[in-house]
């Protein structure tokens, strides 16, 4: 569980310190909420089923491991058509 705190961490820290200096140097502007709606909801729906499937036998099936590819695909797919 440590490396995983780690990693999401990481992962967190850079993405919004990289956000953050170059919103400093020039303010970002968002012209269309709509696929950072669709990324949040995706994002929680698929962190909510990983939790889900990891508490069921402390690991992923193949099939669970599938659904989340196909979630993932629906999310590429979301993210495609309301561009």
């Not at 499937?53 to 495609?80: D, G, H, P, Q, S």
Request: no cysteine; hydrophobic share 70%; proline share 2%.
């Amino acid at each position: 569980w440590v490396v995983i705190g780690d990693l999401m961490g990481s992962v967190i820290i850079t993405a919004t310190l990289v956000l953050g200096l170059v919103a400093l140097i020039r303010p970002i502007m968002i012209d269309n909420i709509a696929p950072f709606a669709i990324a949040r909801l995706f994002l929680v729906v698929s962190a909510v089923f990983f939790l889900l499937f990891l508490r069921t036998e402390k690991k992923i099936t193949k099939k669970e491991a599938i659904f989340l590819f196909l979630l993932f695909a629906a999310f590429v797919a979301a993210e495609i058509i309301f561009l």
